[in-house]
């Protein structure tokens, strides 16, 4: 008995005295080997876990761009980076979970009377001595990076190479994370002065291996093709992923194809099909295979992708195999036939992918530089409904899809005048030659969309399933769906199939309208036949009868056959719908001469001021003046041609339309601003005279002197007409005529700046003031100030009617907001938003501080928000700028405490200004507490060892326990 209660003390000794040196605060070598097991196995483990599977997620969900370069990292695609969030934020709260319990910042207890050595002395200045934590940081900034959160990854990698400083091995592998996290940012210069320092300090195998392919990124985002192959190979060979490995391959391929060695690129993507990855990446291998190998031999590798494209098992990469063909011609510059590829490769698409998208753009491309600009507008149309905003090429098809949406029914109107005139010109045989040709490719192409319509709906129809019941086309969607597991199988919801129906009854009964008795030619006689007993006393009216039946019947007959004229007029299978178009007679050749001239005007002015063609804009010009010499309007054209040939450097030719323009139309506004004698000093140097026009103008608006603004408006008026403060200088005119005591004038100035220039930065104060009189409120004496964006509000000019109902609010316990203001444009933004989201993240570890940035009016906010009150919001402000780096990095910039509440008035109701003399009276004399923490959560409670009351004398640590399982957590 005495000796199982020895035991039992024993034991409970040797508990306490584990649990006693189990605190963070101690750093020993049982303490170190306890945190360093507990954080592996506990936090660390589920958290590695949980990022395991939100790579796998992404990795499922990832679709490729085969037309371009593959990314190495998929995270570059935003929405590959939105999959897997959850298990990824679960990861960063496990690591964060580990690293709050278990690090350990306390040095250990040294000999103070040895001497160290250079080891022992860089052991000790360590500032984390928990061995495994490295892990968890590690892992907490890879799975921000995996989230696409760049900005945070690159703050915690950049913590980490600081936290770490003396141990190489972690500071390379944080270093070549960091500068993956500024490829991806795209700051191409940050990056590699990362990779300088690596270079230059000692690095480690995993440092080097994480260092390749880092650097493999950042050399073919800066398109060093040939430089980057050697390091993308090493990445390859010490990638451990078999899919991410067969993607580097692929990769590899293109940047060998895109160098010109084509036998390296052929056998890097034999590994990658080698590999067995999924059928899209494998295909497109292929596909690059042959392209590769097609210098020489393209015949052979058109006939190869043919037989490709016929296979059923391809039927949705039509678009690839055909953009790939198309490639090939292009390679051997032969144009038509690439255009023929393109073509079919758009039509036969399946769906509208990025494949689709990238045989759009070049066809598109191709369509632009031979000016047939009503091809390239079809091609551009399409693609932006297709591709992706975030495209680098998205903004300038988006630009050009503008343009050519102008120009296009313009052009296609000279095209079809054009022909029509040309048509009416030649020999009956001829025409009707010809447009038997119109018809035969018009019935070519409806035969070939009703084999691909029956085709579809075949497919529709087709059982999902073996043991699947065909189903019938009930004309109920929900309950079709749920008889066969379809949806759609309905004719009228296979809209192909419908339009097929559609031409089909147009061919054979032309163009009906949807009306009853569509059929008939009399709709409103009464054919109702009467039964009855036989009348015998009406005999003798039969011969009447008859005859009346007769007439009937002749006007049935005449009325038929003219229905049957309209029916082929209205019909585009027969000539006569074509016929009736070509002008043959003088009125109709009038009208076509109408539609021509006034086509040609507007294309050729186009041209030169939207699409900046002044080659083309030239010839459009000259064609309409030398067609129609008394077209309408002959001095613009006058004018456009004196710019266009001074565009072209064709100074004589531009004088000798300038002198036509003076001569012919003296009181035109265009002679009397060529005539002016300043017209070439303007011309050359009208801008900056013009800006300082304004600048003076404006002054003295500012000092009230009305009669001064009034002089200058009207130089503007007759030197800059079309100047780029036209609309400025009509404003500041308007408010000079109010101030000055001209409200009439002023009123109707207002008005001409809204109607004249509708899309000018002052035309919304212009508007908002118009409106405001209109509804009946009055003015205030309140000045508006054109540049001072911190007065700027957008009730300026006006007093609103529930101006007075939305005040400040002083109420100091609620959510508030710490934000930075600056004028857009006016500072390196990105730079801007890694220093503060690196400042919060490295000074709150428990904290999470949102930061989001929004802009209006020329005014862009960095809104911090996240604090529960206004003393939160001052404390973090105070220790903001009390950071000797962040307080350089803030200079010049705007800031503002506000609550959530005041942030809806501040820039409307209330400016800047009003705020800050709000702020100034309610909340700067209030006391804030010195020792507010903001490292502290503000809703789920750690709770570490350090955090418990001692016992006594002895620490202990109590951990929170899963009942079940007995793991920490």
């Known amino acids: 008995m005495g000796k199982r209660i020895l035991h039992i003390i024993t034991s409970g000794l040797v508990l306490l005295s584990v649990l006693t040196a189990c605190s963070t605060k101690k750093n020993t070598s049982g303490t170190r080997f306890y945190h360093a097991m507990t954080a592996r196995f506990n936090t660390y483990f589920n958290g590695s ?111 980490i190479s600081g936290l770490y400083a003396g141990q190489s091995e972690i500071v390379s592998v944080a270093r070549a994370y960091l500068a993956r996290c500024y490829v991806e940012l795209e700051w191409p210069y940050d990056a590699e002065d990362v990779f300088h320092k690596i270079q230059r300090d000692s690095i480690g195998s995993e440092g080097k291996r994480e260092f390749n392919a880092s650097y493999a990124d950042y050399l073919i985002f800066v398109k060093q093709y040939k430089e980057a192959i050697p390091y993308l190979q090493k990445a390859v060979k010490k990638e451990k992923s078999k899919l991410q490995r067969a993607r580097l391959n692929f990769l590899l391929g293109q940047l060998y194809h895109e160098t010109g060695n084509k036998a390296e690129a052929y056998k890097a993507l034999r590994r990658v099909i080698r590999a067995n990855p999924p059928y899209e990446l494998s295909f497109n291998a292929r596909i690059l295979q042959t392209e590769a190998m097609a210098s020489g031999n393209h015949n052979k590798m058109v006939k190869k992708l043919r037989r490709m494209a016929k296979n059923k ?37 399946t769906q509208n992918g990025i494949a689709k998208a990238m045989v759009l753009l070049r066809l598109g491309e191709i369509y632009w530089d031979k000016e047939d600009y009503i091809n390239a507008q079809r091609c551009y149309a399409e693609l932006v409904g297709i591709l992706d905003k975030e495209n680098e090429a998205y903004k300038e098809a988006e630009r050009r899809s503008g343009i050519l949406t102008e120009l296009e029914p313009h052009l296609s109107a000279i095209k079809l005048q054009d022909s029509l005139q040309w048509l009416a010109k030649l020999p009956e045989n001829e025409r009707n030659e010809a447009i038997d040709k119109v018809i035969e490719a018009l019935k070519k192409q409806e035969k070939e969309e009703a084999r691909k319509a029956m085709q579809a709906e075949m497919a529709a129809n087709m059982p999902k399933t073996p043991t699947a019941t065909p189903t019938l086309p009930t004309g109920n969607r929900g309950a079709q769906a749920g008889a066969s597991g379809q949806t759609g199988t309905w004719y009228f919801y296979n809209p192909s199939v419908v339009a097929q129906g559609k031409r089909q009854f147009q061919r054979t009964w032309g163009k009906r309208p949807l009306e009853d008795n569509w059929r008939r030619s009399h709709k409103n006689e009464d054919r109702t036949e009467d039964f009855g007993e036989y009348d015998y006393s009406e005999e003798s009216d039969s011969l009447m009868a008859a005859q009346a039946d007769s007439i009937a019947l002749a006007d049935s007959i005449a009325e038929a056959q003219e229905r049957m004229a309209d029916s082929l007029a209205s019909d585009p299978h027969n000539r006569e719908y074509y016929l009736q178009q070509i002008p043959f007679t003088e009125e109709q050749l009038q009208a076509s001469n109408d539609i021509l001239r006034d086509a040609l005007y507007q294309a050729g002015i186009l041209e030169m001021e939207r699409l900046e063609n002044f080659g083309l804009a030239r010839r459009t010009l000259l064609r309409l003046i030398e067609t129609f010499p008394d077209v309408a309007d002959k001095d613009n054209v006058y004018y456009h041609l004196f710019l266009i040939n001074g565009r072209l450097n064709d100074m004589a030719e531009a004088e000798q339309y300038k002198q036509r323009l003076i001569e012919e139309f003296p009181d035109s506004r265009y002679a009397i601003m060529l005539a002016n004698p300043k017209y ?46 036209r609309a400025k200088f009509m404003f500041i005119q308007a408010m000079s005529q109010l101030y000055g005591g001209e409200r009439d004038s002023f009123l109707v100035t207002l008005k001409q700046v809204i109607e004249k220039y509708p899309k000018d930065e002052v035309t919304e104060i212009a508007q908002s003031i118009v409106k405001g009189i209109q509804e009946g409120r009055s003015l205030t004496d309140g000045k508006y100030a054109a540049s001072d964006i911190w007065s700027r509000r957008s009730l300026t000019a006006l007093q609103d009617s529930t101006a007075e109902a939305q005040q400040l609010s002083d109420e100091r316990l609620s959510n508030f907001v710490f934000l930075l203001a600056y004028p857009e444009n006016s500072l390196d933004e990105d730079q801007l938003l890694y220093e503060m989201a690196l400042y919060n993240f490295t000074s709150f570890m428990v904290r999470n501080f949102d930061i989001d940035i929004v802009k209006a009016d020329g005014l862009a906010q960095m809104r911090v928000s996240g604090f529960l009150n206004y003393d939160e919001a001052h404390a973090y402000a105070q220790k903001l700028y009390a950071d000797p780096h962040m307080s350089v990095v803030l200079k010049n910039i705007r800031s503002v405490i506000i609550s959530e509440s005041n942030l809806k008035l501040l820039g409307t109701v209330f400016s800047f200004d009003d705020y800050k003399k709000f702020y100034d009276e309610k909340f700067a004399p209030l006391q804030v507490p010195e020792d507010l923490r903001l490292d502290e959560p503000t809703s789920i409670e750690i709770r570490t060892p350090d955090d418990e009351p001692p016992a006594g004398d002895e620490e202990y640590e109590e951990e929170e326990e899963d009942t079940d399982s007995g793991i920490i957590f």
Request: glycine share 6%; charged share 30%; hydrophobic share 30%.
């Open 313 to 349: 098992k391809n039927k949705d990469y039509q678009d690839q195999i055909y953009y790939a063909i198309g490639n090939i011609y292009l390679a051997n510059r032969d144009t038509a036939r690439c255009i023929g590829a393109y073509e079919t490769g758009a039509k036969e698409s």
């Open 680 to 725: 070439e000093l303007y011309a050359r140097q009208g801008k900056h005279i013009e800006d300082s026009l304004y600048a003076a103008t404006y002054e003295a608006y500012g000092k009230n002197e009305y009669e001064e603004v009034f002089r200058n408006y009207s130089i503007s008026t007759s030197d800059f007409p079309e100047g780029a403060h």
């Open 49 to 159: 876990e949980a990022f395991k599977e939100g790579v796998l997620e992404q990795q499922k969900g990832h679709k490729d761009n085969y037309t371009t370069l593959l990314p190495m990292y998929a995270v570059r695609n935003k929405s590959t980076a939105a999959m897997g969030k959850s298990n990824f934020e679960t990861a960063i709260e496990k690591c964060e979970k580990a690293i709050k319990l278990h690090s350990i910042k306390a040095r250990p207890k040294s000999n103070v009377n040895k001497r160290k050595t250079a080891k022992e002395k860089a052991y000790m200045a360590r500032k984390e001595f928990n061995p495994f934590l490295r892990h968890a940081w590690l892992l907490m900034g890879k799975s921000q990076f995996q989230q696409g959160n760049f900005i945070e990854a690159a703050s915690t990698f950049n913590y």
